[in-house]
């Protein structure tokens, strides 16, 4: 079955350290997207991207976030100056026609840590 | 602002019993609801996914019901199994169609 890749499974960073964080979604699909989940807390949604655009984004994707496809398989995400508290699960997940009729698959995450 | 709760946070059962999980959400205004599970360090799996317009969705031995009026919804495993173990996430889409607002799970345990 088809699936969504992440890489990698673990990043350790410096505070102030710009991370790039890489997902490869799935291969017909058009919708990705980025989630979070502090330890302990509720998955949270970062961004969504279409057509080489963000849709949608929440409070906390701040101008220290930037999404981008750059080329036709992967999407990354970056982090520009990371602060403590980016320290969390990102996941990455796609979907094909978008989030009204259909499931999101999600990656494994990527584990980043911030000391 | 729209919040979803999940009840119990934390469920252990013996195993071949059927259980039911909940959901609650404040707005009823959704596109959807999904119910995910998610194993330790790992991603989310996508278990049923319930339109606003349907009442309730199945796979295998798993059931899914939505009350959209009540901002209620249940997830029924029947006869569990010691793979089931796992954290089950309810999530609903609504406000921007693309983006999810998950509950903080429940954290299941079944014991042969």
């Known amino acids: 079955e088809p699936e969504v890749t992440q890489t990698p499974s673990h990043q350790v960073t410096q505070m102030g350290q710009e991370v790039i964080l890489r997902c490869v979604p799935i291969?017909?699909?058009?919708?990705f997207y980025w989630y979070r989940q502090i330890l302990g807390q509720k998955v949270e949604f970062l961004v969504s991207?279409?057509?080489?655009?963000?849709?949608?984004k929440s409070e906390i994707f701040d101008d220290q976030f930037s999404v981008e496809r750059p080329d036709g398989s992967n999407f990354t995400l970056k982090i520009r100056s990371t602060k403590l508290e980016d320290s969390a699960m990102y996941f990455c997940?796609?979907?094909?026609?978008?989030?009204?009729?259909?499931?999101?698959?999600f990656g494994s995450g990527t584990q980043l840590s911030v000391l | 602002k729209q919040e979803v709760t999940q009840i119990p946070a934390a469920l252990s059962v013996p195993e071949g019993e059927n259980l039911v999980l909940n959901c609650s959400f404040t707005?009823?205004?959704?596109?959807?609801l999904q119910w995910f599970r998610q194993d330790p360090g790992k991603g989310l799996t996508s278990l049923l996914l319930?339109?606003?317009?349907?009442r309730e969705q199945t796979s295998g031995r798993l059931n899914a019901s939505l009350d959209k009026s009540s901002g209620r919804s249940t997830l029924y495993i029947a006869a569990s199994q010691p793979g089931d173990s796992a954290t089950y996430l309810c999530?609903?889409?609504?406000?921007?169609?693309?983006?999810?607002?998950f509950g903080a799970g429940t954290r299941l345990a079944v014991h042969p």
């Open positions: 997940a796609s979907s094909e026609m978008g989030m009204r009729n259909e499931k999101l698959f």
């Open positions: 291969s017909n699909h058009l919708y």
């Open positions: 991207f279409y057509n080489n655009e963000i849709s949608e």
């Open positions: 707005d009823s205004a959704i596109y959807n």
């Open positions: 319930i339109q606003s317009s349907q």
């Open positions: 999530a609903v889409c609504s406000g921007g169609y693309n983006k999810l607002i």
